[in-house]
Structure formats: structure tokens, C-alpha cells
């Protein structure tokens, strides 16, 4: 069969083209994730065959599914490489050689880029308020102003051995009649009568035990040596904090301003000899003094008018008016103060409330969820769940005695209308009540607008 001229014209090309040369298969990169050992290994396994068809034994299948995973391998991460100074290798390979920068660990040296000052001159400013603070407290009480009672009020909350210990209440008290006393060099004081904080001078203690918190702390009140050793050398060589001596010995000790020292509970006087709770003036001081005394009345006061909030709260509360002061006692015991926001919810209409409640400041919105009718075709009504606003409760006001004394469901719903400080009971407390009491709750108190019914919900929203 003749070629036409296209076909011959293109063999004529190709005959001066040299034939290709042979290659061979691709050969396939390993994959850096894979370990191939393993892979033989798991595919060794006796019983466990590949293909159309092949079943393998059950043995071999889950020892292949149990080591399977070891064929990958995870991707070591490389971090990047953080070059260290040489001053500080230097000083990490001669530890006793030279110290860091002294900067390193100052924090004064950053507070500057807080407040825009320099330590320096934040310390003289402490200095000023410093020396501003004793001149209040040379002053007697009585002849304080307002705003200087106030600024003792502050200056003592920011004494860390005093605000661990006292509460709000007790700075208020205590800074109304505080004073300072004058200690010449060289005097002894015996702190067990007293708080002391020093706000000039320094002072060394005679004994391991100078303080004595009112909440123990391990690390800031060290117990007192038993007396079966005959001296403190003794002590300090059978206690097993012996090997910390050169910290804890006293005469290592030197207390600066704002350290403090003694007890806010009255201790009975040392032994004749015994250095406890004894210290010295290295030089003239100006301490701050809370007499053991004094604290312990306004802790007599505090309890007295907490008890006395107590039984005025249930008192004035309509259903408990004419209760007997005993039975008053009997609640007042398990009262503990709570405060809400405005708009959180007390209770859900359904759930039986987990305390009884006293409203001392604020009110509360009652709500009460109904089931009325609405038009949405002509002559075609739906039903739909409405929230209705029932009334408020307001303070000398309570809530919650039947639901949580029978446990039955809350008929409505109660949320705070404004802040609300409440003194509540919980519900484990007001059913370990004698028999006697609970009996009284049920006979004196109402459930919480339970008088009102559907109908009287439906008509109160039809008006509305």
C-alpha cells in the first residue's frame, strides 16, 4: 500500500534520530517517616497473610494491630539555638567567681517602666508617707481629723504581718486609737502582750520565737523550744532544723521597717531567764503597738454586734416578730452572709431551694411563669408560656422555710433586683434543727406568694 507524502516525509526525519536508551524501573524514595525494620519485622509475623481472600489468624492479627505503630517514626524538633554571654557561662562554670548583673533580679530596676519612676524616688516618697505616718500617730486619737484616720486605715492594710491576720473590720477598729512608742537603743522589749511593727530602726530578737501568728503559718512562726532541753544551744542541736542554725540562730536575725513581731493573743510572762518573745534596739526605733487587750475586746464587740445584726434581721422579719429569744438564738447560729449582683437568679420556679434566706439590703423580684391564651389566626387561639412579674420581696423579708423544711418545689421565681446582701441558712442546717423549731417555722412562715392561683395570675395579667 503506497505511503502518502506526509508519512514518508516524517520516516525520512526519523532516520537520523538515534534510538533512546534503555532505562531501567524508578526507583521509589524511602520515606524518612517510615521504619522499615519494623515493617519487616511486622510482616514476619506467622499466621499473617496478604491477597484476595487470604484470612489471617486471629493471633497474628492483633499482634500486628498492637505493634503497627512503631513503623513510624516521630520528627525530631530541632530548637533554635539561644547563644549564652560569655560573663554568664563564666559565671555558671565558677559559681563563687563573680555575680550576676545586679539588675537581673531587682525588680525596682522594672518599676520604673510601670509607673515612670525610678526606685530611688519611690522609696523617698514611701519615706515621706513614712514620716507623715508616725506624725499621725504622735497625735492623740481625739485630736485626728477624718482624713487622717483614713490614711492610718491605709497605711496599716499595707503591713503584710497585720493583713494576714486582721480582718476589715478589725483595721477599722484598730485604727481609731492607735499610737506609737519611742525605744532608745539598747532597750529590751518583751512582746507577749502585744503586736509590734517597726516603722523606724532595727531590732534584733534574744530568742528563735518572736512572732506568733494568729493564723500558724510554718514559715512565720517557729514553735516554741520544748522544755525538757536544758538551753537553746541544746535545742538547736537536737531539732532537725538544726542544720539551717546560721539562718534561724538569733543573733543572725535583724528585723527592719515593717517587720513586725509579738502576738495578738495575750501570753502569759516568760520565765525568769528565758529570752521568748524578747528582743533589743540595735538603735532608736518607732514601733507601732497593738495592745493583745485591746484586740481581744474588739473581738468581744465585733461578736457582740454580729449576734445582735443576727436577731434584729429574723426579728423584724414579719413571720418571726413574736418568736421567743431562745428560738432566735437556735437560727442566728447558722446564719452566714451572702451577696448577689443585680439579676441573679435565687430560685426557679420548680426546684427546691438548697437555703432559707433574710433579706438585709435590696429587693427581690418575684416572678411567676403561666400558661395563658393568644390570638394568632382568626378565631384560632395557641397556648404560650408567659414569665409574670408578681411582686417584690423586700428587705426584713424571707424566703425559702417551707420549700426547704417539707422539699417542695419553689412556685415561682426569684431574682435579685438590685445588689442584695442576704443572711441565709442552709438547707443541712435548717433540717438539723430540733424538732421544736422546725415545728414553729411551719406554723409561723408562708410559702412565697403561694395565695396566688392561675386565675389569679390570668386576671392580674388581663389588667395589666
Not at 508519512?7 to 524514595?29: A, F, H, R, W
Not at 520515606?31 to 496478604?50: F, P, R, T, V
Not at 526606685?119 to 508617707?129: G, P, R, T, V, Y
Not at 423580684?365 to 411582686?391: D, H, P, S
Request: net charge positive; proline share 5%; hydrophobic share 35%.
Amino acid at each position: 500500500m503506497p505511503l502518502s507524502s506526509i508519512s514518508q516525509s516524517i520516516l525520512t526525519l526519523m532516520e537520523g534520530i538515534p534510538p533512546l536508551p534503555p532505562q531501567g524501573v524508578l526507583k521509589l524514595k524511602s520515606s524518612k517517616l517510615i521504619d522499615y525494620e519494623q515493617l519487616e519485622k511486622l510482616c514476619e509475623i506467622k499466621g499473617l497473610k496478604a491477597g484476595k481472600g487470604a484470612q489471617s489468624t486471629k493471633e497474628a492479627h492483633e499482634n500486628f494491630m498492637k505493634h503497627y505503630k512503631k513503623i513510624f517514626q516521630k520528627e525530631k524538633r530541632i530548637l533554635p539555638y539561644l547563644p549564652t554571654s560569655p560573663a554568664k557561662m563564666a559565671s555558671f562554670a565558677r559559681p563563687g567567681a563573680g555575680p550576676m548583673d545586679d539588675n537581673f533580679h531587682n525588680i525596682g530596676f522594672y518599676i520604673r517602666d510601670i509607673h515612670c519612676q525610678t526606685s530611688a524616688e519611690l522609696a523617698l516618697q514611701f519615706k515621706d508617707k513614712l514620716e507623715e505616718f508616725i506624725t499621725v500617730l504622735k497625735k492623740l486619737p481625739i485630736h485626728r481629723s477624718h482624713a487622717e484616720r483614713r490614711f492610718v486605715y491605709k497605711m496599716m492594710k499595707t503591713m503584710p504581718d497585720l493583713s494576714s491576720q486582721l480582718t476589715r473590720g478589725d483595721f477599722k477598729a484598730l485604727s481609731q486609737n492607735i499610737t506609737s512608742e519611742t525605744w532608745v537603743k539598747g532597750t529590751t522589749v518583751i512582746a507577749n502582750e502585744g503586736f509590734y511593727i517597726i516603722l523606724k530602726g532595727s531590732v534584733q530578737p534574744r530568742s528563735k520565737v518572736y512572732k506568733k501568728m494568729i493564723e500558724l503559718v510554718p514559715a512565720d512562726f517557729l514553735s516554741e523550744p520544748s522544755s525538757e532541753y536544758l538551753s537553746e544551744e541544746e535545742f538547736f542541736q537536737e531539732n532537725p532544723l538544726a542544720e539551717y542554725h546560721s539562718f534561724v540562730y538569733p543573733h543572725y536575725i535583724i528585723l527592719g521597717p515593717w517587720n513586725g513581731f509579738g502576738t495578738l493573743i495575750e501570753l502569759p510572762e516568760p520565765k525568769l531567764g528565758s529570752n521568748l518573745y524578747s528582743l533589743i534596739m540595735e538603735e532608736d526605733c518607732e514601733l507601732l503597738k497593738i495592745n493583745a487587750k485591746e484586740y481581744a475586746k474588739i473581738k468581744e464587740e465585733q461578736v457582740k454586734m454580729e449576734k445582735l445584726t443576727r436577731e434584729q434581721l429574723i426579728h423584724k422579719c414579719p413571720y418571726y416578730r413574736n418568736w421567743p429569744k431562745l428560738s432566735v438564738d437556735e437560727l442566728t447560729v447558722h446564719i452566714k452572709w451572702r451577696r448577689y449582683p443585680p439579676g441573679h437568679v435565687l430560685v426557679k420556679d420548680g426546684e427546691i431551694i438548697s437555703f432559707v434566706a433574710y433579706i438585709q439590703s435590696g429587693f427581690c423580684k418575684v416572678y411567676r411563669e403561666v400558661i395563658g391564651l393568644m390570638k394568632y389566626q382568626l378565631r384560632k387561639m395557641k397556648k404560650k408560656r408567659r414569665r409574670v412579674f408578681m411582686g417584690k420581696l423586700q428587705e426584713k423579708e424571707s424566703f425559702g422555710e417551707i420549700s426547704v423544711l417539707l422539699q417542695i418545689p419553689f412556685t415561682c421565681t426569684i431574682i435579685t433586683g438590685s445588689e442584695v446582701e442576704l443572711g441565709i441558712i442552709n438547707a443541712e442546717d435548717m433540717l438539723e434543727l430540733d424538732w421544736v423549731t422546725r415545728k414553729l417555722v411551719l406554723q409561723t412562715a408562708e410559702q412565697t406568694f403561694g395565695y396566688l392561683t392561675d386565675n389569679t395570675e390570668l386576671s392580674l395579667q388581663e389588667e395589666k
